[in-house]
């Protein structure tokens, strides 16, 4: 694997290459099916029109496309500061001029009807601006994750959505992802017996060179590095995981500051999360190791590893244990194109909403602990400040059989 390596590029790879108690309880079965299991795509004039704020690597390799795959949704409106790369963009998927914003005009999304949801795929210091600005223009939003760079931002962001009475969505892909929802359900299940450890791995190397590291790499626009940009699975994967909050965590760092990458973010942080059952989270990031994004669960029964786990294809998932497959073969979907159709079907009122703004707070306030119990050398900080997720993935979402 290359050094230079960047997330998006990591995570496509895959693509090439490859709300019950823990234990003792049945399966859970998806409750709430808003989608058919065959979704035929619905005529065009009835599809949630998508306005995709912030032209880059995953606008143009994995969102665009997901549009022109998904069943209930379509894109309808581009807004970039590069005029040239938004009208070619527009043009290659048949969009009027009109349909075409600069950052400057960007409010005048308010008088564009075509427009339903905005997917605000910018950098994380940008999405709180943009965000509330299409909230309060009468839009629902889908926000890229980490859905902020501090805690104030994102409670500012859920504010803005309830006074505007829109949806505030964010981008948490792995909660309608085949593998992810399997792994869900096998723990809901309890088959394995009780969780004990969970480990989570998700870094890669870094490059100042590449434009879309060098935001990353700086603090106030990344709001955390590594643990923004690569951690954050982790930290939401154990959760849904084992579907509770941790109570307390403990983090650490390694830094080189004589490395150009290094200087306003951390590298190597690795923390450990403790839950109410007693299950523990051992996490791992960082924008120096080798790129991975897979993670293992080691129950008293049984331990399931995927390894790849978290890529947009490719993912490949193993389970030792009691029973059953142990490399069960899990259907690709497109997976930006599964989120977005489960975006407008809640715009529709048609399923309910699995990844709502305050599940991205619970993860902005988990990493903001983790940086904190940094500062203090390791100290515990707690974390237990009772949010509960209204709804488990592994209860509502179903994965919909390929046409």
Known sequence: MPDTISRRTLIELGLAGASAAIAGRAVAQPAVLPAPRNPAALPDGEKIGFAVVGLGKLALGQIIPGLRNATGAKL?????????????IAAENGLPADAIYGYAEYDRIAQ???????????PNSMHADYSIRALKAGKHVLCEKPMATSVADAEAMIAAAKVAKRQLMIAYRCHYEPLNLEVMRRMRSGALGKPRIV?????????????????RLDMAMSGGGALAD?????????????????????????????????????????WQFRFPSGAIANGSTSFSYQGTMGYQIFCEHGKITAEPGAFYGGNHLTIDGIGGDR??????ID??????????????????????????????????AILESVRQGGATVKTDWG???????????DVPRPV
């Open 199 to 215: 480990v989570t791995n998700m870094g890669r190397q870094s490059d100042l060179s590449d434009p879309s590291d060098a935001w």
């Open 230 to 270: 690569m951690g954050i699975y982790g930290v939401n994967a154990a959760r849904y995981i084992l579907d509770e909050e941790p109570r307390e965590v403990r983090a650490w760092a390694q830094t080189d500051r004589s490395d150009p990458r290094f200087r306003t973010v951390e590298d190597v942080i690795a």
């Open 327 to 332: 490399e069960p073969k899990i259907r690709e």
């Open 112 to 122: 564009d009807p075509r427009i339903q949801v905005v997917y605000i795929v910018l």
């Open 76 to 88: 309808v409106a581009v807004v970039s500061g590069h005029p040239d790369k938004a009208r070619r």
């Open 387 to 397: 949010y509960r997720r209204a709804h488990d993935p592994a209860a509502v979402v």
């Open 335 to 368: 997976q930006f194109a599964r989120e977005m159709d489960w975006m407008a079907d809640v715009v529709r009122g048609r399923a309910p909403m699995v990844s709502p703004g305050e599940e991205g707070l619970q993860d902005m306030r988990l990493m903001h």
